[in-house]
C-alpha cells in the first residue's frame, strides 16, 4: 500500500513514522513534509506541494497511485483536501469539509451535541458585545472565550479577568464573520481521546493528556500544546468506554444522520469534572502532541487502521494492540511562541537527542539552511521517549531533550510529572494532575 501524508508538522512525522513500520505500507510520501521526515522516507518523497489546495493534493495522490492520502492538519481538511481525494477515486483518512465544521465551527460542534445529546459546556454563540457581556455576567468567572472559527489553539482565552474576557471577544468579533462562544467553565482534569471511525464505526484510541500553556505549572498562554502522556495512571477504569458510548458514537451518529458522514479521527477534548465526563472541543484529525505518545504505544499495524476508516469497513480491523510502556512528549519552542516566534536559529543536538536510550525526535517548525538545521516555526520539534512507566519515561525525555541547542528555545519541565506521582504513590485525584 502506498500512503501519501498531508502536513508539515511533528504530528505528521509521528503518523510517517507509524507508517514506515507498518510491513503493508510500501511507498510513503508527504506533501510537504519537513527535514525530519524527509530524513525518513527521503527528500525525494516530499513534495511541496500547497496543502490547503485541494486539486493540487488529489493530484500529487493520483501521480503517486497512493491506495490511502492521511491529511493531518485541520486547515486542509476544512479547505475540502478530503472531498477533493476522494473525487479522485483514492481512498483518504480525514473527514469532507462539511463534516470538518465539527473543529471548524465551535458553534456549529455545540449544535451536533445538542442534537446528540453529548454532555459539554452550557455555552452562548455571540455577534454583538451586548450579547457577550449578557453570556459572560451569567456564568460569571471563571471567564471562557472561544474564537468561533479556526485558531490553532490559540483562539481560546480563559481568564478570571473581565476586561481581558471582553477585549479576547471583542478581537474574535471584530474579524470578518466574527461571532464568538461564550462558555461555561469546566473544572476537572482533561483528556483527549482519538476515535477513529469510517462514519460508523468507532474504535478508540489509548487516552492520552495534553499541556495547553505554555509555562510550568500551567501557567503564561494558551499554545498548541507544550507536551503529553499516555497512558492516564489515574484515570477511571472505564474512561475509554465512557467517552465512546456517550460522547463519539453519539456524535458520529448525528453526523451520519445529516448526511455529512464522518471518516477519519474524532478527537474528544474532554474534562472530566465533579458532573462527569464533559465535551471541550472537538477536533476532525489527530492532535499534537497527543498522536506523538499514543502512536508510541500503538503495536497494531497503523496504515491497516486507517485505510479500513478510508474505505469505511473498520468493522473488520481486530482489537488493537497497545504496548504496556508509558510514553511522553515535551515540545521544544521557540524564543516567543505562542506569540511571534524567533525563526532562524540553529538547532544542534538533534541526532543526540535521537541516539538517546528509549528516545526519538520528531520535527514540527525545522527547516533546512544549507546542511544547517534551523527553526522555522513556533513549536519547533518534539522529543518522545517510552519506559516501563511515567517517570522512566520522563528521565528518559528529558535526557534526550537535554542533548538539543536552540537559542531562546523553551520547553515546560513538568509534563506527566502529577501523572507519574499519582503513578508511585498511588494517591488518585490529584486536583489538577500535570
Ligand atoms: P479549546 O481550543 O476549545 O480546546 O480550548 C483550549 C483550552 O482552553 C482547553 O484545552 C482548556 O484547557 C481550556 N478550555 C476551553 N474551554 C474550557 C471550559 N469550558 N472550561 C475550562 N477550560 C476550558
Ligand atoms: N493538542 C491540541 C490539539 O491538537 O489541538
Redesign the pocket.
Known sequence: MKVLVVGPGAREHALVRSLAGDPGVTGLYAAPGNPGIAGLIGASNCFPVDALDPSAVAALATELAADLVVVGPEAPLVAGVSDAVRAAGIPCFGPSAVAAQLEGS?AFAKDVMAAAGVPT?A?YACTTMTEVQAALDEFGA?Y?V?DDGL?A??????TDELDEALDHASVCLDREGGRVVI?????GP?VSLFCITDGETVIPLAPAQ?F??ALDGDQGP?TGGMGAYSPLPWAPGDLVEDIVENVARPTIAEMARRGAPFVGVLYC?L?LTSRGV?V??F?ARFGDPETQVVLARLKTPLGMVLRAAAVRHLEHVPPLEWSDQSAVTVVLAAEGYPGTPVKGDAITGVSDADAWPDAWVLHAGTALDGDTLVAAGGRVLSVVATGGDLTEARTAVYGAMEQISLRGGQFRTDIAEGAAAVELTGHLGHPTLN
Open positions: 465551535k459546556g455555552s471563571p471562557v472561544k485558531a489553539g490559540k483562539g481560546v482565552v480563559v462558555e461555561e467553565f469546566l473544572d482533561e495534553d495547553k500553556r494558551n477534548g474534562a464533559k471541550i472541543e477536533n
